[in-house]
């Protein structure tokens, strides 16, 4: 048969509400401790059933000095800043190439976004392929630093 109202509902009103003795619910003690206290101990049975990868450490973490972080640059920024860059000498021409090094400007990576509209010198610790492809389909030349 189904309970129409709820136990609680009914219970409503009761010194207990269906406690037993009106201490009996009173604090955190009936419960054996507040959040995961006693995982190690009285609730035990409880971690291994539904928490069992509570305990112990998993996997590693890299050591930082070993990421290699990239501080990445596209080449359609570098097509609408070349102007900039030819003012203000970071990037200056040479034989009728404009050579850039983008070390200079902070950065380690050239990325194959955008297109050159004029042929230039990237210079680089890294290139993406894509980068790389571009730069010479326009005429330049990408040089590893």
């Given amino acids: 048969m189904i309970r129409k109202t709820r136990k609680i ?3 409503r009103g009761s010194r207990s509400v269906g406690g037993g003795c009106t201490k009996k619910r009173r604090g955190a003690g ?3 401790g507040r959040g995961q206290a006693g ?20 996997g590693f973490k890299r050591p930082q000095k070993t ?3 990239f501080k990445a640059i596209n080449l359609s920024f570098i097509d609408n800043e070349i102007q900039k860059f030819l003012a203000e000498d970071i990037a200056v021409e040479e034989d009728g190439q404009i050579v850039l090094d983008v070390t200079e400007l902070g950065y380690n990576k ?24 571009k730069i010479e389909e326009a005429g330049g030349v ?4």
Wanted: glycine fraction near 8%.
């Fill in 9 to 11: 509902r009914k219970l």
């Fill in 30 to 32: 009936h419960r054996g």
């Fill in 39 to 58: 995982g190690n101990k009285h609730h035990w049975t409880w971690m291994v059933i539904n928490d069992p990868n509570h305990f112990g450490k998993y």
């Fill in 67 to 69: 990421i290699q972080k």
């Fill in 110 to 133: 050239v990325l194959g976004k955008g297109n050159l509209s004029t042929s230039m010198v990237i210079k680089s610790p890294m290139f993406s392929k894509s980068a790389i492809a």
């Fill in 142 to 145: 990408a040089e590893i630093i």
